[in-house]
């Protein structure tokens, strides 16, 4: 069975930093994400809203007070009690990804995305059994069937799980 995902991160050419993720099972399950990491919130945060493409994109998504200085939380956000340690992160993915028989990963230019995934649980030789080693690239077999006109996202664009709906979207237009 098929999980589409998507991530949305921080990355500096060195390091790819989890902002937050969205996976979507053709059964129908959903889990999403917004990382959190307690006091070590704030130069991480500080650092995305430093990045002009992120700032623009990523963040009007995220449940984030911005009108207060310093930024915080903001708890009348409704993905506010999606906000997770990278702990319960990692452990909850592990946990839908094993959840899902015979399970193959895919995702939309996933080869960030598949880092971003990885590291949740440190290096690659630290993936959890069952956790596939590499993720399906829609884009790719877009292209292997003529590079077709792909439906566009309606609205969420740069929300992990609204993503991760739309490469399920896409996948099903596909194999149509």
């Not at 399970?103 to 690659?124: F, K, N, P």
Request: proline share 7%.
């Amino acid at each position: 069975m098929r999980i589409y995902y998507d991530t949305e991160f921080l990355e500096d050419g060195r390091t790819i930093e989890l902002i937050s993720i969205g996976l979507v099972a053709e059964d129908g399950r959903e889990y999403y994400a917004v990382a959190s990491d307690g006091y070590a919130d704030r130069p991480r945060i500080d650092r995305v809203l430093a990045h002009p493409w992120l700032r623009e994109h990523v963040v009007p998504s995220l449940p984030l007070a911005l009108d207060v200085n310093p930024w915080r939380w903001d708890v009348n956000h409704p993905d506010i009690d999606h906000v997770k340690s990278r702990r319960e992160i990692a452990q909850a993915a592990r946990d839908f990804i094993l959840e899902t028989p015979d399970v193959e990963l895919w995702a939309w230019y996933g080869a960030y995305d598949h880092v971003a995934l990885c590291q949740l649980w440190g290096r690659m030789v630290d993936l959890p059994d069952g956790v596939p080693m590499y993720t399906h690239d829609l884009k790719q077999e877009c292209d292997r069937l003529g590079n077709p006109p792909m439906p566009q996202q309606a609205e969420g664009l740069h929300n992990a799980l609204a993503d991760a709906r739309h490469v399920k979207v896409m996948a099903e237009f596909l194999s149509a």
